[in-house]
């Protein structure tokens, strides 16, 4: 099985930038749709972004469509989320999690174990 590691997150201001990864272990991540969830305190899962195991489709929430963006390198076993013109309402725990093959879903098989995003007024 797939064993998923993200890195990156971090504290920032309000306006600023984060690049998350996901690095893919045990298995080549080309087998997998990958997405990226995120959990606020007190708030439920929400999935903010998806990309298909060769690229083909992608999925941005509407709370952030036009400041994060999903991109993999399957040669790195990666997958990137780009978080842009960040608000404070961004932070939260974010995961990867990934499935077994092309399609977008809400549902994950393997999760990785978060990482921290603060972004300060």
């Known amino acids: 099985q797939v064993q998923l590691v993200e890195s990156g997150g971090g504290l920032v201001q309000a306006g600023g930038s984060l690049r998350l990864s996901c690095a893919a272990s045990?298995?080549?991540?080309?087998?997998?749709?990958v997405a990226w969830s995120r959990r606020a305190p007190g708030k439920e899962r929400e999935f903010v972004a998806a990309?298909?195991?060769?690229?083909?489709?992608?999925y941005i929430a509407d709370s952030v469509k036009g400041r994060f963006t999903v991109s993999r390198d399957n040669a790195k076993n990666t997958v990137i989320l780009q978080m842009n013109s960040l608000k404070p309402e961004d932070t939260a725990v974010y995961y990867c999690a990934a499935r077994v093959g092309p399609e977008l879903s809400a549902l994950y098989d393997y999760w990785g174990q978060g990482t921290q995003v603060t972004v300060s007024s």
């Open positions: 045990g298995r080549t991540l080309s087998s997998y749709t």
């Open positions: 990309i298909s195991w060769r690229a083909e489709r992608t």
